[in-house]
Nanobody, 117 residues
């Protein structure tokens, strides 16, 4: 099992920046991908960005050029730098991690990001 703990959410104004972090613990040797998904009120959860152990990244079109994912030196931590935030970025952001069979097998509890206009 893998446990994920997110931190860094909060309230930010339109155009502002916010950074999220996620730390994994437990069976971290099984992790080959980590990422972030989000769920806005009344909407389905969507993938924001994912990074694999090889360093490959996949970004949602809506965040390309504004959000950047990075990994810590220990590889069990990922960060999400969010710039030029928009009200439509308001959502609960969930860290996820997974193995070769399911990139999103494990989920954190989520952290709320609110962008005010």
């Amino acid at each position: 099992q893998v446990q994920l703990v997110e931190s860094g959410g909060g309230l930010v104004q339109l155009g502002g920046s916010l950074s999220l972090s996620c730390a994994a613990s437990g069976s971290i040797l099984s992790i080959v991908a980590m990422g972030w998904s989000r769920q806005a009120p009344g909407k389905e959860r969507e993938l924001v960005v994912r990074i694999t152990s090889g360093g490959s990244t996949v970004y949602a079109d809506s965040v390309k050029g504004r959000f950047t994912i990075s990994r810590g030196n220990a590889k069990n931590t990922v960060y999400l730098q969010m710039n030029s935030l928009k009200p439509e970025d308001t959502a609960v952001y969930y860290c996820n991690a997974g193995d070769h069979f399911d990139y999103s097998r494990y989920w954190g509890k989520g952290t709320l990001v609110t962008v005010s206009s």
